[in-house]
């Protein structure tokens, strides 16, 4: 029986760069089957990678089994510290840690690889596809809200007080600033404008607005407020932001410019203050609205409220502006900045799970991933948010 190939050097070294990308601290708690795939794409990448690069490079028996044990031990090192971060993470969270199920789940995807690598020569190409395909299976899709309509938006949760009017883009005009001017115009009829304060609430991509916000807005006034929401979307909030986040900005400025000018009409002693809030997606419009109204009528708003903006997205250190972002979101981190240098977070940032030390490329790929699950969690962790965003802001005289 003849002995083992061991693998070229340059392979064992790809695939233990590769996966150490894959094995670098998240932001978030995640499931084995999520964590093997990311293995095996990356450690099955940079093994290709090496293969391609030690081709004509002829190597002794000897040092390859000597690479492949330094890479195996570093690898076994590699997934132990994932195992306990994962485990600070499941802790700092209160949920048990991995068992011996989620650890055997995290390695199926790379043994399957392996396997298939090294059935022989004739399946080399077959092992290159099934990388391929596992990669292709570990991208991860953007988060977004959990898509609702107008119906969610009026009576989730809402108090018999609530004046909450909301303007669907079921059967409407897509032109922004008449659907704009009608819902003003409804929210007037309503008696909007007998109520203290009035939050433009930007939906994300969707047409979702967070209940929970709606009830911190509304537990924060006593009831003395009205919300309104301008739909512009009716897809996932990340397709929209990865399309355009135009429509988000667009349909937020003419929401506010269609109240500020009803508002302007009447007596200042019965102008309701105006707040401007907006999560994820919606945050982005809520900025644009904001930079609107101080160019256009710097008097007009009271607050703005920006809740897990995208990194970058929004200007979150501008006047009389509150930003909630959860230090475990991976939407406030990531960028592709990431790959260079560590994230740009807001100083109002919590500090709610422990927080991922920065490396290069690795920290990327781990915002990446933490996407995936980034609405699995409860309220202050991940991208989900609970009534904070609606109870801190401030009072503005009427």
């Known amino acids: 029986m003849s002995a083992p190939r061991w693998p070229h050097p340059l392979v064992s070294i790809g695939a233990l760069v590769g996966a150490a990308v894959a094995l670098a601290p998240g932001s978030l708690p995640r499931t084995g089957l999520i964590a093997g795939l990311l293995l095996a794409a990356f450690g099955g990448l940079g093994a290709l990678l090496g ?30 510290a994932m195992v306990l971060w994962q485990n600070d993470l499941r802790g700092a969270l209160g949920v048990p840690p991995v068992g011996a199920g ?77 659907r704009a001017a009608a819902t003003v115009h409804r929210w007037q009829t309503a008696g909007g404008m007998e109520r203290g304060a009035v939050v433009v609430a930007v939906p994300t991509g969707s047409g979702w607005v967070d209940g ?84 256009h009528a710097p008097e007009s708003l009271c607050h703005t409220v920006l809740v897990g903006a995208p990194a970058g997205s929004a200007t ?29 977070l807001p100083p109002t ?14 920290s990327f790929v781990q915002a990446s991933a933490d996407l995936i699950g980034a609405l699995s969690y409860p309220a202050g962790h991940g991208h989900q948010y609970g009534t904070e965003q609606g109870l801190t802001v401030p009072s503005c005289p009427r």
């Open 51 to 80: 293969a391609m690069a030690g081709h004509r490079w002829q190597c002794g028996h000897r040092s390859r089994r000597i690479v492949a044990a330094l890479a195996g031990t570093l690898g076994v090192a590699f997934f132990t």
């Open 102 to 178: 989620w650890i055997a789940t995290a390695l199926a995807p790379s043994v399957i690889l392996a396997a298939a690598c090294t059935l022989g020569r004739r399946s080399r190409a077959a092992g290159a596809v099934l990388a391929a395909a596992v990669a292709l299976t570990a991208m991860p899709s953007p988060a977004g809200a959990n898509p609702a309509v107008a119906t969610t938006f009026v009576t989730a949760d809402a108090q018999p007080s609530s004046l909450r009017i909301y303007g669907s883009l079921e059967g409407a005009d897509r032109d922004f600033d008449a």
């Open 212 to 295: 929970d916000a709606m009830k911190g807005f509304e537990s924060r006034f006593g009831g003395d407020v009205s919300v309104i929401a301008l739909q512009y979307s009716d897809i996932p909030s990340w397709q929209a932001f990865v399309s355009s986040p135009e429509p988000a900005r667009e349909s937020a400025v003419a929401l506010v410019s269609a109240l500020v000018r009803a508002i302007g009409a009447a007596p200042e002693s019965a102008r309701p203050s105006i707040y401007v809030y907006g999560q994820s997606l919606g945050a982005v419009g809520a900025d644009s609205a904001r930079s609107w109204a101080e160019r």
């Open 316 to 344: 979150l250190a501008a006047a009389k502006t509150t930003v909630v972002a959860n230090g475990s979101d991976p939407v406030v981190r990531w960028s592709p900045r990431l790959l260079w240098q560590p994230p740009d």
């Open 349 to 362: 940032t919590s500090s709610d799970l422990p927080a991922p030390p920065w490396f290069p490329m690795a």
